[in-house]
């Protein structure tokens, strides 16, 4: 067993009373190593959504869940259910943009996110606009006086100043806002009327190589199914290598690096080419169901209010060639010690008592096919989220050792940092930013589900300056981990780890839960946060909420 902090210590961090705070709140490593070994075992066979060892997952959760001591969270059930569907394209024709043919998958990809058997867009019109941006809040709309009907719009990826050293900036200099994610940047061309909407790829503005984009957008597509055939959403949603970018544009005379310049500029007016782009492909589609697993320990004073935990269960399943000798991405670090992480820490919320909120356990499907279980989970609470207060989401702990920092992705965006700040005291560590802000992480893991609806969510990883080998080791492992292991079969459990660093980081965990838990603070973003507004609608929607 780990022991957390000392009872002053955790006093210190929580508005309540001595009777609610036990001496010694411990979170357990045998459940942790245990959880994590069983969970990342062949028998779940990558726990892919959809299939037996999908199944295999929420089954365990749930009796995990329920050996904790946690209660049903969704009324009787365990389960929120999770309508998904899943499109393959096949015989894809190549993107025609004027005289230019681009192949697929080596200099375009493209899917259908409509639900229709077969995908055409012909003739359309293509507009490059800069960074697709329409922020009326930051005076920015590169789709001003611009009618996309029909439609396809060629767009940068990130967002204006990423190449900005520094983090001031209409966009937050270097660290890439919701506007700079390809997610954004598919529904404001969606909003504005667009029948496509395509990409252009550079490897740092996106902060990965041509190769994940291929692999990534080829095969099967997995989507939230809302019942409407995802109506509303342009006709095809893709990407562009930056070389065939620069082709298309030249042939109208225009520059690709003079364009992105003038793009960063504010004011900035769209460039219809005065070509048309056309392809065609089909789609296979497969409807079915998947569960988000939720538990909760109910607060002892005001139970309508709300603290989340987050985790993805799910992971890539079967992902070898035929004739590989290991054909399972088991998932071991990503992210079965996150989901771990849920079941050891409702125990240890268990054994410490209910806070005055209630905490929320929940373990969601899909995140590894673009968020979806937490993405259904805001699109359909069990918990208003009006009355949530704010939570904490897990993602991948590195089992790297003890360290003396913490990795904060997403740090200035809200109140939170003060809960954080003090927990961190406490434990004697300090904040280390985000190493590569361009990447918009905070915007790539399932808190985001949440923070985009108004949700303050803490995203908080593994530290980088390990107490033995300092920062140049913890650089080192998170460099052969992302390299080496990061959704490959070699992600796999090992009875050799160092558990010390996790454990740091589920006592950092506990501490921000019960703080929260126990405070009648409602935290919200800083003034000038894109989630700011959200939240501020959401909570003058009724007097008890936040």
């Given at each position: 067993?780990?022991?957390?902090?000392?009872?002053?210590?955790?006093?210190?961090?929580?508005?309540?009373?001595?009777?609610?705070?036990?001496?010694?709140?411990?979170?357990?490593?045998?459940?942790?190593?245990?959880?994590?070994?069983?969970?990342?075992?062949?028998?779940?066979?990558?726990?892919?959504?959809?299939?037996?060892?999908?199944?295999?997952?929420?089954?365990?959760?749930?009796?995990?869940?329920?050996?904790?001591?946690?209660?049903?969270?969704?009324?009787?059930?365990?389960?929120?259910?999770?309508?998904?569907?899943?499109?393959?394209?096949?015989?894809?024709?190549?993107?025609?943009?004027?005289?230019?043919?681009?192949?697929?998958?080596?200099?375009?990809?493209?899917?259908?996110?409509?639900?229709?058997?077969?995908?055409?867009?012909?003739?359309?019109?293509?507009?490059?606009?800069?960074?697709?941006?329409?922020?009326?809040?930051?005076?920015?709309?590169?789709?001003?006086?611009?009618?996309?009907?029909?439609?396809?719009?060629?767009?940068?990826?990130?967002?204006?100043?990423?190449?900005?050293?520094?983090?001031?900036?209409?966009?937050?200099?270097?660290?890439?806002?919701?506007?700079?994610?390809?997610?954004?940047?598919?529904?404001?061309?969606?909003?504005?009327?667009?029948?496509?909407?395509?990409?252009?790829?550079?490897?740092?503005?996106?902060?990965?190589?041509?190769?994940?984009?291929?692999?990534?957008?080829?095969?099967?597509?997995?989507?939230?199914?809302?019942?409407?055939?995802?109506?509303?959403?342009?006709?095809?949603?893709?990407?562009?290598?930056?070389?065939?970018?620069?082709?298309?544009?030249?042939?109208?005379?225009?520059?690709?690096?003079?364009?992105?310049?003038?793009?960063?500029?504010?004011?900035?007016?769209?460039?219809?080419?005065?070509?048309?782009?056309?392809?065609?492909?089909?789609?296979?589609?497969?409807?079915?169901?998947?569960?988000?697993?939720?538990?909760?320990?109910?607060?002892?004073?005001?139970?309508?209010?709300?603290?989340?935990?987050?985790?993805?269960?799910?992971?890539?399943?079967?992902c070898g060639e035929e004739g590989d000798e290991d054909m399972i991405c088991n998932g071991a670090v990503d992210n079965a010690t996150g989901t771990a992480a849920l079941?050891?820490?409702?125990?240890?919320?268990?054994?410490?008592?209910?806070?005055?909120?209630?905490?929320?356990?929940?373990?969601?499907?899909?995140?590894?096919?673009?968020?979806?279980?937490?993405?259904?989970?805001?699109?359909?609470?069990?918990?208003?989220?009006?009355?949530?207060?704010?939570?904490?989401?897990?993602?991948?702990?590195?089992?790297?050792?003890?360290?003396?920092?913490?990795?904060?992705?997403?740090?200035?965006?809200?109140?939170?940092?003060?809960?954080?700040?003090?927990?961190?005291?406490?434990?004697?560590?300090?904040?280390?930013?985000?190493?590569?802000?361009?990447?918009?992480?905070?915007?790539?893991?399932?808190?985001?589900?949440?923070?985009?609806?108004?949700?303050?969510?803490?995203?908080?990883?593994?530290?980088?300056?390990?107490?033995?080998?300092?920062?140049?080791?913890?650089?080192?492992?998170?460099?052969?981990?992302?390299?080496?292991?990061?959704?490959?079969?070699?992600?796999?459990?090992?009875?050799?780890?160092?558990?010390?660093?996790?454990?740091?980081?589920?006592?950092?965990?506990?501490?921000?839960?019960?703080?929260?838990?126990?405070?009648?603070?409602?935290?919200?973003?800083?003034?000038?946060?894109?989630?700011?507004?959200?939240?501020?609608?959401?909570?003058?929607?009724?007097?008890?909420?936040?």
């Amino acid at each position: 067993m780990f022991r957390i902090l000392a009872p002053a210590a955790l006093l210190s961090l929580a508005a309540c009373t001595t009777e609610e705070v036990p001496v010694e709140p411990q979170i357990s490593l045998d459940t942790m190593q245990e959880v994590t070994r069983t969970l990342s075992s062949d028998a779940f066979e990558g726990r892919e959504p959809g299939t037996p060892g999908g199944e295999r997952t929420v089954e365990y959760l749930i009796e995990q869940f329920e050996a904790a001591g946690l209660q049903p969270g969704n009324g009787d059930s365990w389960v929120q259910d999770v309508p998904l569907v899943e499109v393959t394209g096949s015989n894809f024709a190549p993107l025609t943009i004027g005289d230019i043919e681009l192949e697929h998958g080596s200099e375009w990809v493209g899917v259908s996110y409509p639900l229709v058997e077969r995908t055409e867009l012909t003739d359309s019109e293509v507009v490059f606009v800069g960074y697709g941006i329409n922020a009326p809040e930051r005076g920015w709309n590169d789709y001003e006086g611009l009618d996309m009907e029909g439609k396809t719009a060629l767009i940068l990826v990130n967002d204006p100043d990423y190449m900005d050293e520094g983090l001031d900036g209409t966009f937050g200099g270097r660290a890439m806002t919701y506007y700079g994610r390809w997610r954004y940047k598919y529904e404001e061309a969606a909003r504005q009327g667009a029948a496509a909407a395509i990409v252009i790829h550079e490897d740092f503005a996106a902060s990965y190589g041509w190769n994940v984009v291929e692999g990534g957008w080829t095969g099967a597509q997995a989507y939230a199914d809302t019942g409407n055939g995802e109506a509303g959403n342009t006709d095809m949603n893709g990407w562009m290598t930056q070389d065939a970018a620069r082709r298309v544009l030249a042939a109208e005379g225009l520059d690709l690096d003079e364009l992105v310049e003038a793009a960063s500029q504010r004011g900035f007016e769209a460039i219809p080419l005065g070509q048309t782009a056309s392809t065609s492909f089909d789609n296979s589609i497969r409807r079915f169901t998947s569960q988000n697993v939720i538990g909760v320990l109910p607060g002892n004073q005001r139970p309508t209010e709300y603290i989340l935990h987050t985790a993805h269960w799910d992971h890539l399943g079967i992902c070898g060639e035929e004739g590989d000798e290991d054909m399972i991405c088991n998932g071991a670090v990503d992210n079965a010690t996150g989901t771990a992480a849920l079941v050891a820490l409702a125990e240890a919320h268990v054994a410490a008592g209910p806070t005055q909120r209630t905490q929320v356990f929940l373990a969601v499907t899909a995140e590894e096919s673009g968020l979806l279980g937490s993405e259904y989970y805001g699109a359909n609470p069990v918990y208003p989220l009006d009355r949530t207060v704010g939570g904490v989401n897990i993602d991948a702990l590195y089992v790297l050792g003890e360290a003396s920092d913490v990795t904060v992705i997403g740090g200035g965006k809200s109140e939170l940092d003060s809960y954080l700040a003090d927990a961190l005291e406490t434990q004697g560590r300090t904040q280390t930013a985000d190493a590569a802000p361009q990447a918009g992480r905070y915007y790539r893991s399932d808190h985001f589900s949440l923070a985009k609806r108004g949700v303050p969510m803490f995203y908080v990883k593994s530290g980088q300056t390990l107490s033995e080998g300092g920062a140049e080791a913890g650089e080192a492992a998170y460099q052969d981990y992302n390299t080496n292991h990061y959704h490959a079969a070699s992600d796999e459990y090992s009875e050799d780890w160092d558990w010390a660093g996790v454990m740091q980081d589920l006592e950092l965990y506990f501490m921000l839960a019960r703080a929260l838990g126990d405070t009648g603070e409602w935290p919200n973003w800083n003034e000038g946060d894109e989630f700011r507004a959200t939240r501020d609608e959401s909570c003058a929607l009724r007097d008890d909420g936040c």
